[in-house]
Each structure stands twice: as structure tokens, then as C-alpha cells.
């Protein structure tokens, strides 16, 4: 595969740095970003990886590759410091693979590549770019980024370009949302993740996608339950904590809204269906 530099677009929604010292673990549960792809590089410990129902373990050097999609858990190895680096992008990534896609479907998550440091280091000027206070930092990144993923793109992918400020904002409070969905989330924490006042928030959101935050949220606690439903034998109770409902008997009836079906009528209807497949 070599890099598309001329079909467009590749978009830029955050990067960051994970840190955990030893008897404070990395923890994230199930989750999945519908429209982002996310590349992580471990740089010190282990962690463990649950995606799409497999089981992957990634360590100092490695690098993840997780398509839009996905579902996957993380959780680094207790006893052990944590730290790497993340990338969360989204677009036609590589020529002749789907939307949204880092990486050949069936392909490993997991890869080495001698290029790691150099990537490493170029991903922490992103960082460094990225949280300035520079008129020109957006151009500034897409530089950096062009260079970060042409270097990945020897074996892997091609680079994107950044987006406007507000739109990156949205993508960031979607992938907070999407990662917490276990939770009692409001829209005064995911403004606070984000870094805007709740009614900007609320306006630009619905300005991009058509809802609130807050009903992106529902979204992707049904879409979590459902996949729950399918492939688990929580009981429903379960389910509804698992998806940051208080009670029972609201997860029934906000699922019903969404689907048409209660809960138990939707696992039976998808397991007979996949019986008969």
C-alpha cells in the first residue's frame, strides 16, 4: 500500500498521553468509536487488549491499530507503569481500503516497526503543536501529521489533514462519550472534557450532527447494549449498569424507545437469527 495524497479527506480529532505509575492500572471498558480510527503507541508496561472478541497484548515499542468499529476494551498489566501515546483519526486512510479503516480487516492489531521511535518522536511534537497557543498550529499539525503517517504508511497508512476547530471539538466529545457510556454522563462533563462552555457545546454539536450530546449519548448506550445483548450473558440488569443506567426499569423503557423491542426480545430475535445463519 502506498499513500493517497490526493483523495481527501483525512481528519485529525485528538491525541494525547496515557500515564499510570505502578497500582493505579489503565482501565477502559467495552466501547467503540463508530467514526474514528485510533493508533497507540505503548512506550513503557503492557496492555491488554479485547477487540471484536479476540484477545491481543501489546508491549513497550508496539503499536495498536483499531479500526472505526471495533469494539475493544483496554487494560494495562497491574504491577506495572503505563505509558503510551494515542492518535484518533478518521477518513479514506489507505487506498484501497474502506472508510475509517487503519488497517486490512483481518489483519493483526498489533504491529512492530523499526520506525517506532521516529514515530514516537513525531507524535510528541503533535502533542507539544497541538496544545500551543500558535495562530497556525492547525497547519502546523497537519505538517507534522502528513509526516508521522507517511513514515507509519511504509507498511501501514497514509496521512490526513486537520479540521476546523469546532468540528474537532465535537469529534473529541464523541470519543469521550463513546469511551464512557458506563457512566451517569451529563452534558457539564462532557464540556469539561472537551474545554467549551455546555451551550456552545450543545450548539456546535447539533450544528455537525443533527442531536445533542446527550442524544449521541443514548445512541451509543442502545448500541452497547445491543451488542451486549448479542454477544454476552449479562442478564438485563447487568446490562443496564454496564451501559450507565441507574435502574432497570429506565434501560427497558429508553431501549424500547430506540428499538421497537424490549431488551429480551431483541436477544431472542438476534440469537434465533444468527441460529439459522
Known amino acids: 500500500m502506498h499513500a493517497n495524497l490526493t483523495d481527501p479527506p483525512f481528519f485529525f480529532h485528538s491525541a494525547g498521553e496515557i500515564r499510570h505509575s505502578v497500582g493505579n492500572r489503565h482501565l477502559k471498558p467495552l466501547h467503540v468509536h463508530p467514526e474514528a480510527c485510533e493508533i497507540m503507541l505503548v512506550l513503557e508496561g503492557q496492555c491488554r487488549f479485547a477487540l471484536n472478541q479476540k484477545a491481543y497484548t501489546a508491549g513497550a515499542g508496539a503499536i495498536m491499530l483499531i479500526n472505526a468499529g471495533d469494539?475493544?476494551?483496554?487494560?494495562?498489566?497491574?504491577?506495572?507503569?503505563?505509558?503510551?501515546?494515542?492518535?484518533?483519526?478518521?477518513?479514506?486512510?489507505?487506498?484501497?481500503?474502506?472508510?475509517?479503516?487503519?488497517?486490512?480487516?483481518?489483519?493483526?492489531?498489533?504491529?512492530?516497526?523499526?520506525?517506532?521511535?521516529?514515530?514516537?518522536?513525531?507524535?510528541?511534537?503533535?502533542?507539544?503543536?497541538?496544545?500551543?497557543?500558535?495562530?497556525?498550529?492547525?497547519?502546523?499539525?497537519?505538517?507534522?501529521?502528513?509526516?508521522?503517517?507517511?513514515?507509519?504508511?511504509?507498511?501501514?497508512?497514509?496521512?490526513?489533514?486537520?479540521?476546523?476547530?469546532?468540528?474537532?471539538?465535537?469529534?473529541?466529545?464523541?470519543?469521550?462519550?463513546?469511551?464512557?457510556?458506563?457512566?451517569?454522563?451529563?452534558?457539564?462533563?462532557?464540556?469539561?472534557?472537551?474545554?467549551?462552555?455546555?451551550y456552545y457545546l450543545a450548539h456546535i454539536f447539533k450544528e455537525c450532527t443533527g442531536i445533542s450530546p446527550i442524544q449521541y449519548a443514548i445512541q451509543c448506550r442502545i448500541r452497547a447494549s445491543q451488542h451486549l445483548l448479542v454477544h454476552s450473558a449479562l442478564n438485563i440488569q447487568q446490562i443496564a449498569r454496564r451501559t450507565g443506567y441507574k435502574s432497570e426499569t429506565h434501560f427497558q423503557q429508553a431501549f424500547k424507545k430506540a428499538t421497537g423491542k424490549t431488551p429480551h426480545k431483541y436477544r431472542t430475535a438476534n440469537k434465533e437469527a444468527s441460529a439459522n445463519t
Open 71 to 198: 469494539w475493544h476494551a483496554e487494560a494495562s498489566v497491574s504491577g506495572q507503569p503505563f505509558v503510551c501515546l494515542y492518535l484518533s483519526c478518521s477518513g479514506n486512510l489507505i487506498e484501497g481500503w474502506g472508510t475509517n479503516q487503519i488497517r486490512a480487516l483481518q489483519a493483526s492489531p498489533v504491529h512492530q516497526t523499526p520506525e517506532f521511535e521516529r514515530l514516537q518522536s513525531v507524535l510528541t511534537q503533535i502533542l507539544e503543536e497541538n496544545s500551543s497557543s500558535y495562530a497556525n498550529k492547525r497547519q502546523t499539525v497537519g505538517h507534522l501529521l502528513g509526516l508521522f503517517l507517511n513514515v507509519l504508511n511504509r507498511s501501514l497508512a497514509p496521512p490526513f489533514t486537520a479540521e476546523s476547530d469546532h468540528r474537532q471539538h465535537v469529534r473529541i466529545a464523541k470519543r469521550f462519550i463513546e469511551e464512557n457510556v458506563h457512566t451517569s454522563l451529563t452534558l457539564e462533563h462532557i464540556s469539561t472534557e472537551v474545554g467549551l462552555s455546555k
